[in-house]
């Protein structure tokens, strides 16, 4: 087992009082359930390489999303 590693995580309010509500229910410390989250999110995406072709299409246009609709307007009408 690997030595433990003390970090600092900044939580919005509301989340921390459910973690520490979560915590009470189940007899068990914050700390643990943070720790138990971090794991299971880590297990989860491990080894998921990200796609090479991630970014690829970047136009560097921030509003594109936002712009969608009105830009595909049309689109596959005949």
Do not use: C, F
């Amino acid at each position: 087992m690997s030595k433990n590693v003390r970090t600092t995580v900044y939580l919005d309010g509301a989340d921390y009082r459910q973690l520490k509500a979560l915590a009470r229910a189940e007899g068990r410390s914050a700390a643990e359930l943070i720790r138990v989250a971090v794991a299971e999110y880590t297990a989860r995406h491990r080894g998921q390489a990200l796609p090479a072709s991630l970014g690829i299409a970047d136009t560097g246009v921030g509003t594109l999303s936002e712009d969608a609709e009105r830009l595909l307007e049309g689109y596959g009408r005949d």
